[in-house]
């Protein structure tokens, strides 16, 4: 199976003929390029707006649920230290102070890695772009 040529090479065109058909070509390929770095960069901000609005849904459950249970441990630990309510919201308010902590600095941690998605793009366009500039396309 053979590929079909866009254009009709003619054996009498010139270098300059050819070099201004490889310029066109260049900035047709750059323009595509740019074009498909729009429309990931639009679905990627549309996957991501929706994620978040399923991530805050989540998160106001979790809110409530975590009041509920922050108030059942309460009164549990009040109890047990004889209906004394004010050491178990001591104890619980401390226990949940400590987890925080600990989930504070894991996602400190985890916010300082790098993401290279958006970097890789930029540099890749960045090199098509300077390719495309070139005198001699390469």
Do not use: C, Q
Not at 123 to 128: A, G, P
């Amino acid at each position: 199976m053979t590929a079909h040529p866009s254009h009709r090479i003619d054996p009498d065109t010139g270098i300059p003929d050819l070099i201004r058909r490889l310029t066109d070509d260049s900035k047709r390929l750059a323009g595509d390029e740019v074009r498909l770095a729009k429309l990931e960069l639009h679905e990627n901000v549309r996957t991501g707006i929706r994620g978040s609005l399923w991530l805050a849904l989540a998160l106001g459950v979790g809110v409530v649920a975590l009041v509920a249970l922050t108030v059942l441990l309460i009164a549990v630990v009040g109890i047990i230290f004889g209906r004394n309510y004010w050491a178990g919201a001591l104890i619980v308010g401390a226990l949940e102070l400590l987890i925080g902590f600990v989930l504070l600095r894991r996602g400190m941690v985890a916010f300082k890695e790098p993401s290279y998605s958006l970097e890789l793009s930029r540099e890749s366009l960045k090199d098509t772009a300077a390719w495309v500039r070139s005198p001699a396309g390469g």
